[in-house]
């Protein structure tokens, strides 16, 4: 979301271009090959300016998977910001993205926040209509609990194969609702319980936003707690011969539901830093997992 300059309605640069391209061919020769967007993101621009991208390097697109997302209006005018899950909407965003990047198809389309209006049997057939039309290939959501999840499947005939939530060692609501279970502390938690186990029960694949939690761990540090967990994590990766950035992925993809990190960034050597998260397994034993766990979260499990 970082890509394309201003977060307003100017035109993107000649300069912001070459800096997504920077970008992105970091990541590439990070081995990360999947690309996270929506349409809302720098109004537009994310989108655009990755498709400048994809038009001055032939061969690109057939090397990557392409995911966007959409559902989110942003304020304007005297509108204010709302959540728009309307078929006809959904079908006009995904074109409109289309052009942007300048492909024909996405690999992925999530549906960014839940709308409370949406009529479920309108956004399946819209979702329908784009898979057969060849302009998408799969389909997950962002944001969602598990009832707005199965909710949505029911009409669905194709599967929900994503789930987009704030994950990170940061932000560990969707953990902690696990095992707060009959303690005091789990009304306060606030994640809508079930969510995580119902995503590993029908195979749907959980992806983190804010995995790095925005550098939290790796230099910028608030709270007594981020500092001792920070000092841990360095510690970790120099024995490990890997990056902080690493270990703070590395925890999120050690979890049996194999989480998926969306790396933010748009620095090119901090996407750097995370290419032994994207080589292989995750290398923290059972004793360092909890220990950052409980680092993070200050005292310790129920």
């Known amino acids: 979301m970082?890509?394309?300059?201003?977060?307003?309605?100017?035109?993107y640069t000649a300069a912001d271009i070459d800096a997504a391209e920077a970008t992105v061919h970091a990541a590439l020769d990070s081995g990360i090959t999947a690309f996270d967007h929506a349409d809302i993101y720098r109004h537009g621009k994310a989108e655009a300016v990755f498709g400048e991208i994809l038009d001055r390097t032939p061969g690109l697109r057939e090397r990557i998977t392409l995911q966007s997302k959409c559902g989110i209006?942003?304020?304007?005018?005297?509108?204010?910001?709302?959540?728009?899950?309307?078929?006809?909407?959904?079908?006009?965003?995904?074109?409109?993205?289309?052009?942007?990047?300048?492909?024909d198809v996405l690999d992925v389309l999530l549906l960014h926040r839940p709308d409370p209006l949406a009529d479920p049997a309108d956004v399946a057939e819209a979702l329908e209509s784009l898979h057969r039309q060849g302009l998408v290939r799969r389909f997950g959501v962002s944001n969602m609990n598990a009832p707005q999840i199965a909710r949505l499947q029911e009409r669905l005939s194709l599967p929900l194969t994503a789930n987009q939530l704030e994950m990170s060692l940061l932000r560990r609501d969707w953990l902690e609702d696990g095992v707060l279970v009959n303690t005091p502390a789990s009304a306060a938690n606030g994640f809508p319980a079930g969510t995580i186990e119902h995503c590993l029960t029908h195979g749907i694949g959980l992806q983190a936003w804010g995995p790095l939690a925005q550098g939290r761990y790796t230099?910028?540090?608030?709270?007594?707690?981020?500092?001792?967990?920070?000092?841990?994590?360095?510690?970790?990766?120099?024995?490990?011969?890997?990056?902080?950035?690493?270990?703070?992925?590395?925890?999120l993809q050690r979890h049996p539901a194999r989480v998926v990190p969306v790396v933010g960034t748009t620095d090119p050597a901090r996407v750097r830093a995370c290419r032994d998260a994207a080589a292989g397994e995750p290398r923290l034993t059972h004793e360092e997992w909890y220990t950052l766990w409980i680092t993070a979260r200050g005292s310790a499990l129920p």
């Not at 970082?2 to 035109?11: F, N, Q």
């Not at 540090?221 to 992925?249: I, M, S």
Request: glycine share 12%; net charge negative; no cysteine.
């Open 219 to 251: 230099g910028r540090q608030e709270t007594p707690e981020e500092h001792a967990t920070a000092a841990l994590v360095a510690e970790l990766a120099e024995a490990k011969g890997t990056t902080p950035e690493t270990v703070v992925l590395w925890w």
């Open 2 to 11: 970082g890509l394309g300059g201003s977060w307003d309605e100017s035109p």
């Open 73 to 103: 209006r942003l304020a304007e005018g005297g509108r204010p910001g709302m959540y728009d899950l309307r078929g006809d909407t959904i079908v006009r965003k995904v074109e409109e993205s289309l052009t942007r990047l300048r492909t």
